[in-house]
């Protein structure tokens, strides 16, 4: 079993930055890809950036160039700076371990609200 903890969330003005986390416990294999999704209210659930095992990175167009995600995987820890936030990043945003690729069937974490308000 795999339990995925997320940490980071927040109240931000536009423009500002968050920085969240999710540590991974449990049977974790270093052949997993990590990622982050959101889902706003009334919206489906969407990939925002992923890093697969290889450590390449992917990202949504929306959010390219103002967010990083990076992974330590001595800690099974998945990062996203979220830098120049828009009203429009409002969501929960969960954490996401899976076998090989992404959008594999996998391991969710709890989410935490990122709310952009001026």
């Known amino acids: 079993q795999v339990q995925l903890v997320e940490s980071g969330g927040g109240l931000v003005h536009p423009g500002g930055s968050l920085r969240l986390s999710c540590a991974a416990s449990?049977?974790?294999?270093?052949?997993?890809?990590m990622g982050w999704y959101r889902q706003a209210p009334g919206n489906e659930r969407e990939v925002v950036a992923y890093?697969?095992?290889?450590?390449?990175?992917n990202y949504a167009d929306s959010v390219k160039g103002r967010f990083t995600i990076s992974r330590d995987s001595s800690k099974n820890t998945v990062y996203l700076q979220m830098n120049s936030l828009k009203v429009e990043d409002t969501a929960v945003y969960y954490c996401?371990?899976?076998?090989?690729?992404?959008?594999?069937?996998?391991?969710w974490g709890q989410g935490t609200q990122v709310t952009v308000s001026s």
């Open positions: 996401k371990v899976a076998p090989v690729t992404i959008a594999a069937p996998g391991y």
């Open positions: 449990g049977s974790i294999f270093r052949l997993n890809a």
């Open positions: 890093i697969s095992v290889s450590g390449t990175t």
